[in-house]
């Protein structure tokens, strides 16, 4: 949980710039409001995983144990997506309301959030497509892991950046 934290400092100061913030926040201070962050998108994908695996239970029960066929296998995957995307909106907009060290409106953060957890979602599809391509187990070896993580966290930060310039400006825009 800690060392986790640390993913949101940097996060903070380029929010903060994004929405003309002049100072950050205090060592503990931020150190609390990251803690908090972690918690709660630790608690959110719990909460995706408990749907995730109640929505196998329900859809048995509703297709009266006949899972083996090709609209239960649709809807509890329809479904699963549903849910991703809804915990990516979710997260995003977690990041964008509460990270920047002055109080943002919720309303003119969560159409971006909306819009940035979707992209993230489609993202998330071209990326796994694209991974045979990008062949980094040839250039990197044992690391190669490493760097596709790697290289997903700063596409994944390039699209969170995006949606808060985006967010920051359209409400400044709606401002003047």
Not at 35 to 62: D, N, R, Y
Not at 101 to 117: E, Y
């Amino acid at each position: 949980l800690i060392t986790s934290t640390g993913v949101f400092l940097p996060l903070e100061v380029a929010l903060n710039n994004v929405w003309g913030v002049k100072q950050n926040r205090s060592y503990l201070r931020n150190q609390a409001v990251s803690a908090g962050l972690a918690f709660g998108v630790a608690v959110l994908a719990m909460v995706s995983i408990a749907f995730t695996t109640a929505q196998s239970s329900v859809l048995e029960l509703v297709f009266f144990g006949h899972t083996h066929n090709l609209v239960f296998n649709f809807v509890s995957f329809s479904f699963m997506k549903i849910c991703a995307a809804f915990a990516s909106i979710l997260l995003f907009f977690l990041i964008y309301w509460v990270l920047p060290n002055r109080k943002v409106p919720a309303l003119a953060v969560l159409p971006t959030a909306i819009v940035t957890g979707l992209l993230w979602e489609g993202a998330k599809h071209l990326y796994v497509q694209a991974l045979p391509w990008l062949d980094f187990q040839s250039v990197y070896g044992p690391f190669y892991i490493s760097v596709g993580l790697m290289m997903w966290a700063f596409l994944s930060g390039l699209l969170l950046l995006a949606g808060a310039h985006f967010s920051a400006t359209r409400y400044t825009l709606r401002l003047a």
